[in-house]
């Protein structure tokens, strides 16, 4: 059974304590390495694209506050 489908079955409800064949084990590995990095790079992403969201708030509040205080002159 290959690794895609040892995690098809996982998916579905199959046997988590299967054996997987020789040499497929190493498979395994590679995959769930790849699916953590990939992971831990999408959340970083998110991550970074909320940080930059905030700032852009940030200078959008303080430039509507430099406008009104304009306004009020």
Known sequence: MSGMHYGCELARGGDAHMELPAGRKEDMMDYQTY????NIAIWL???GY?????AQQRR???RIRQMEQLSDG
């Open 35 to 38: 699916l953590l990095a990939a």
């Open 60 to 62: 959008l509040n303080t």
């Open 50 to 54: 909320l940080a930059f969201l905030a």
């Open 45 to 47: 992403g998110v991550g």
